[in-house]
């Protein structure tokens, strides 16, 4: 297959550019309307419990909870003449815009919990119908009618709305910044690791390529499917480091073999038979990493998972088509100017030597190296989980400090409210009520009953006129004190906990954070099963050992676990809150570590796989397993590390982001990929498989058979000279 390939792409070389060229420019054309179709939700279950509570509002009473929250400043008070006038006017202007309903504000209701406990301020309450992407474009048109200073008044656009509208804004900002500091930068650091200009160009070409052909197959997932706008983060960032990883794999090796004095075919075909295939092996682990994504029952990040791996096949892809077809073209002018072609001994190099000083004190190395994984991942048994709010956002954002000001300024949460639903009636709700008012941080219980069969259309809840009908379908509508929100998805188990007459289900947004990290929680163990199987059985086709994946495994998770640790002491617990400009709210986002796994196993693996299809190909030559280990981190161990400090260039962009779940993301990975690259690859990765010695590529009998028959290993055709390029 490789060398179908190779000829392929020798003899159609300018045509495959072509046609890459063509299609990179039609993605990066329909990526320019991509944003418009990309959702800031979907961060809930929403089969669970609070789903079903939300239907059933919907469906029954015909509400939903409100999502537009309007902060009304009056400088002589809210209850003054002309105040009061332009409130009203207010109001009635918003409850007639289209696609806005079940409009409460202070001045037309005259609900007290409206009004600021200073009276400065009042709250002007609504509900946007529609999608996440039709709401996300009319709360945009909306905050540019209503924001700002009018009449008297100083209007503030916030709601869950508009949290989702700046939240997706912001993500658009930041990948186009993202993608301007991170192109110049990479091209410096892979001229100082190619020593020329045109091997450091092919990787960001591939890259380029890479990323274009992503947001234009995102843009037509988009059409078919509901995305998140951190998809496009994704193929952008995760799809520039992807495709500079395989590609500086490709270049190296290229250049390894115009070394040995191949003929450009020949370098092409070896290429493809030996790093080609390693790559395939890489792209499948990183895929499979990101598959288990596709699992999470939220919309968000299932489409992250799609968008994961669409990028890895597009990144191996291009390095497997795009990149032999421009060494077609350039030929050996990818090996100059500083292309050594001297003929090196075994151990000459500082990995080969690292390796050796490992490997003659494999235990106590392999226990100090231990320990100080497990002390780094120490911090992750401390981890609380918490839901994406308004706080990821910077302190300049409008929606926060709406929404800060609501909890600290007025006596009641009336966004924060819970919705208990008994779709089949209730014999006594307002005994069932009284008791949940007497729960801690309830400040009062509203009840609302309608009928299925007349499809009666109910006002709005409030403190009075609360009307019973045994029978008819009931909603109470639980209404919190100010506090945290923290505070707030406590209550939603208290809720829960309270005995009810009838069938209940509780809604509300505190409650959808409950349910998504219970959705998170009770998938974990079959995407975490799901995925070392995979990983098992994909490392076997490539090694032919049986220990060697279970070694992968535990190593990658060790890794993980440092990482982990390291971004609850951060992000968490607050410690370097203030180098990176973030908001402590003592929790972890819940997808963070969801999301941060997938990408750095599959990230982990990768570099894995990089080294043990290296190792196994000297120890096919007849190497001895420890002259193995030292040849294979000799050979690839330089240009992995180069991959490994580039793809942290690339992913320590996402430190620009203004949003904390972006930045969690620009420390994380980053410091999955070196601690990988150092601990893992250089000292506990030699050191465990000297320890194992030849037990390291044992396999019964018919493993091994069946590795002889489906296994697949990196051999460039025969043998490939040992000549080094720089």
């Avoid at 020949?266 to 499979?288: D, H, K, M, N």
């Avoid at 073209?329 to 050796?356: E, Q, Y």
């Avoid at 070196?674 to 037990?695: E, F, K, N, Y």
């Amino acid at each position: 297959m490789a060398r179908r390939l190779a000829e392929f792409v020798t003899r159609r070389r300018r045509a495959v550019l072509i046609v890459a060229v063509l299609l990179a420019l039609l993605g990066g054309a329909t990526s320019t309307s991509l944003f418009g179709k990309l959702s800031a939700g979907g961060f809930d279950d929403p089969g669970a419990e609070s789903g079903q509570a939300a239907d059933l509002l919907e469906d029954t009473f015909g509400q939903s909870p409100p999502n537009l929250a309007l902060l009304v400043t009056a400088a002589d008070g809210v209850d003054g003449a002309a105040a009061a006038e332009a409130g009203t006017r207010l109001t009635e202007s918003l409850a007639a815009e289209d696609g806005v309903r079940d409009v409460v504000s202070y001045w037309s209701s005259g609900q007290p919990q409206l009004r600021s406990a200073d009276g400065d301020r009042a709250l002007v309450l609504a509900t946007i119908v529609g999608d996440d992407t039709e709401v996300n474009d009319r709360v945009g048109s909306l905050a540019d009618a209503y924001g700002g200073d009018a009449d008297g008044l100083t209007v503030e656009v916030g709601g869950y709305a508009a949290f989702s509208h700046e939240l997706s804004e912001q993500s658009e900002s930041d990948v186009v910044t993202g993608e301007m500091i991170v192109f110049p930068v990479t091209l410096i650091a892979l001229v100082l690791v190619f020593g020329g200009i045109v091997a450091a160009l092919l990787p960001l070409a591939v890259a380029a390529a890479t990323s274009l052909l992503g947001m234009g197959l995102l843009w037509a997932l988009a059409e078919v499917t509901s995305l998140s706008v951190f998809a496009a983060n994704v193929v952008t960032l995760a799809g520039l480091g992807l495709a500079i990883d395989y590609s500086l794999l490709m270049v190296n090796r290229y250049r390894e073999e115009l070394a040995g004095e191949r003929t450009v075919p020949e370098a092409i075909r070896a290429t493809l038979g030996s790093a080609g295939r390693t790559i395939v092996f890489a792209s499948l682990t990183v895929c499979i990493a990101l598959a288990t994504l596709i699992l999470v029952p939220l919309p968000a990040i299932r489409s992250i998972g799609y968008a994961g791996v669409l990028t890895a096949l597009l990144a191996a892809a291009s390095s497997l088509v795009v990149l032999p077809a421009l060494f077609a073209v350039l030929g050996r002018r990818v090996g100059t100017p500083r292309l050594r072609r001297r003929r090196t001994s075994a151990g000459d190099g500082f990995w080969h030597r690292l390796a050796m000083v490992v490997m003659r004190r494999p235990l106590p190395i392999a226990t100090v190296v231990t320990a100080a994984l497990l002390l780094l991942g120490a911090p992750f048994l401390g981890m609380k989980l918490g839901y994406l709010d308004e706080r990821v956002m910077p302190e300049s954002s409008e929606a926060r400090h709406v929404a800060t000001v609501i909890r600290s300024d007025f006596a009641t949460g009336e966004q924060d409210a819970l919705q208990v639903v008994a779709p089949s009636g209730m014999a006594e709700p307002g005994e069932y009520a009284e008791r949940i008012s007497l729960l801690g941080h309830v400040a009062r219980v509203d009840t609302v009953t309608g009928s299925y069969a007349d499809g009666a259309s109910v006002a709005p809840p409030g403190p009075a006129h609360a009307r019973f009908a045994a029978g008819d379908a009931v909603y109470l509508s639980v209404v919190p004190e100010p506090g945290t929100v923290e505070q707030t998805r406590e209550l939603v188990g208290a809720v829960r906990a309270v005995d009810a007459p009838a069938e209940t289900l509780v809604g509300g947004v505190a409650a959808v954070a409950e349910d998504a990290d219970r959705s998170l929680l009770d998938m974990l163990p079959w995407a975490l099963g799901a995925v070392g199987l995979a990983m098992v059985v994909l490392l076997f086709l490539l090694t032919g050992s049986v220990l060697l994946p279970f070694l992968a495994l535990v190593l990658s998770t060790l890794s993980l676990s440092a990482t982990f640790g390291a971004m609850v002491w951060i992000f968490q617990d607050g410690h370097l809150s203030g180098l990176f400009d973030f908001t402590v709210t003592g929790t972890t986002i819940s997808t963070v570590p969801v999301m941060l796994f997938a990408l750095a196993f599959g990230l982990a693996m990768d570099y894995q796989v990089f080294m043990l299809s290296r190792i196994r190909e000297e120890y096919d030559r007849g190497a001895s397993p420890t002259a193995a280990v030292a040849l294979g981190l000799e050979k690839v161990g330089r240009i992995v590390t180069a991959a490994a400090v580039l793809i942290s260039i690339v992913f320590l962009a996402f430190l620009v982001s203004d949003i904390t779940l972006m930045k969690a993301f620009g420390v994380g990975l980053p410091l999955a990929v070196l601690i990988d690259a150092t601990l893992i690859r250089g000292a506990l990765l030699p050191a465990t498989m000297r320890l194992l010695g030849g037990a390291t590529w044992w396999a019964p009998a018919w493993a091994r058979r069946l590795h002889a028959r489906v296994g697949l290993r990196e051999s460039a055709d025969d043998q490939v000279p040992e000549w080094s390029a720089v």
